[in-house]
């Protein structure tokens, strides 16, 4: 009996310990659940106070909040300059020494001039949805930054490029400006220019009011995503500094003494070659490649550093297509080392774009 009744009061000291370890992990997990410290509910908690569902489909717990006016109207702005560069492609762009030129110069022409507006298009359509704001945010952000560079040589080009007439490529001819006047395609383009630059001041204005978030799948891999973009920046302003396509050199032959000479032809100016405007916008072009390549992998969530790299990338894959374009299309002209460094350059951005794109956790 007194065996049985210590075996009891064993029972009966040992109940209340488990109770009360039940009772204290219960506790736990309540604070837990209730303070969102899991990433569940951390995600549950900010779906909640954004009024917009947590998206728990996503690999990488994407929390996208309220779309703000502001962002929507960026979406409008790069719908109308995707409009405007299209339509800018066929009418005359420039009549330069009496010479009609026009950006759709063949097959590779056009293709070459619809990168960048069918990109806007796209990017502009998605955010006037609402869909991942950031992305198409970073992108407007990214690409009125380097279109302001563009602007102004664009401007140059159509008005005052005349004060000091030089040897051009334009639109795949080359050209001397010694009298320049304006066509539907130039005031199109200079429109679309005007539209990209501000709808990248909306949305960097709509960027701190916007709310989208993810699990942080990038952050091991950032420092390495912009060494590599900050070098690929670099490498392509060398070789924008210098023209995509360029006039040879001439051997000629002495009738009397035999002897070749080489005799230097004048080419296209460069980038930093151009004065005024041009030159202003030549730097401003070159400062925003290298500083957009330092911030765009930077950007948070992943998405938002894939829209900057998608927006330089476009861009410098459209500036190699339209030197090889000139290249092919002008008899005068050949594609220069420089020119082949823009299309590996944007190819390396391409592949860190796509590189970002990818490194997301598998979906649960």
Request: charged content about 15%.
């Given at each position: 009996m007194s065996r049985d009744a210590r075996t009891g009061n064993g029972r009966d000291?040992?109940?209340?310990?488990?109770?009360?370890?039940?009772?204290?992990?219960?506790?736990?997990?309540?604070?837990?659940?209730?303070?969102?410290?899991?990433?569940?509910?951390?995600?549950?908690?900010?779906?909640?106070?954004?009024?917009?569902?947590?998206?728990?489909?996503?690999?990488?717990?994407?929390?996208?909040?309220?779309?703000?006016?502001a962002a929507r109207l960026t979406g409008v702005l790069l719908v109308l300059a995707a409009l405007a560069g299209?339509?800018?492609?066929?009418?005359?762009?420039?009549?330069?020494?009496?010479?009609?030129?026009?950006?759709?110069?063949?097959?590779?022409?056009?293709?070459?001039?619809?990168?960048?507006?069918?990109?806007?298009?796209?990017?502009?359509?998605?955010?006037?949805?609402?869909?991942?704001?950031?992305?198409?945010?970073?992108?407007?952000?990214?690409?009125?930054?380097?279109?302001?560079?563009?602007?102004?040589?664009?401007?140059?080009?159509?008005?005052?490029?005349?004060?000091?007439?030089?040897?051009?490529?334009?639109?795949?001819?080359r050209v001397l400006t010694s009298s320049v006047d304006i066509g539907p395609g130039w005031v199109l383009g200079v429109a679309a220019l005007a539209l990209v630059v501000l709808a990248g001041v909306v949305a960097v204005a709509a960027w701190g009011r916007t709310v989208m978030?993810?699990?942080?799948?990038?952050?091991?891999?950032?420092?390495?995503?912009?060494?590599?973009?900050?070098?690929?920046?670099?490498?392509?302003?060398?070789?924008?500094?210098?023209p995509a396509a360029d006039v040879p050199d001439q051997l000629v032959t002495d009738p009397t003494t035999g002897m070749e000479t080489v005799v230097t032809r004048e080419g296209p100016q460069a980038l930093l070659e151009r004065p005024g405007m041009a030159l202003l916008g030549g730097l401003l072009l070159a400062g925003a490649v290298v500083l957009c390549s330092v911030v765009a992998p930077s950007l948070r969530p992943r998405l938002a550093a894939v829209g900057g790299l998608l927006a330089i990338s476009v861009t410098v894959v459209a500036a190699a297509m339209t030197g090889l374009r000139d290249a092919v299309s002008s008899p005068d002209l050949e594609w220069t080392v420089p020119g082949a460094g823009l299309v590996v350059t944007g190819l390396g951005y391409a592949a860190l774009t796509v590189l970002a794109w990818r490194l997301r956790r598998n979906r649960t």
């Open positions: 000291r040992g109940a209340p310990g488990k109770a009360s370890g039940s009772a204290r992990r219960s506790a736990a997990a309540s604070r837990a659940g209730a303070s969102g410290s899991t990433p569940a509910g951390a995600r549950r908690g900010a779906a909640a106070a954004t009024g917009r569902p947590a998206g728990d489909g996503w690999s990488d717990g994407l929390v996208v909040g309220a779309i703000r006016p299209i339509a800018a492609i066929f009418p005359t762009y420039l009549v330069v020494g009496g010479q009609e030129l026009s950006s759709a110069t063949g097959f590779g022409g056009v293709l070459a001039a619809l990168l960048v507006p069918v990109a806007n298009l796209a990017v502009g359509i998605s955010l006037v949805r609402g869909a991942v704001p950031k992305f198409g945010l970073a992108y407007a952000g990214v690409v009125g930054a380097l279109a302001l560079g563009q602007l102004l040589i664009e401007i140059y080009r159509g008005s005052s490029s005349t004060a000091r007439p030089g040897v051009e490529v334009i639109a795949g001819a978030e993810d699990g942080g799948a990038l952050d091991p891999v950032r420092s390495g995503l912009a060494g590599a973009a900050v070098l690929l920046g670099v490498a392509t302003v060398l070789c924008l500094a210098l």
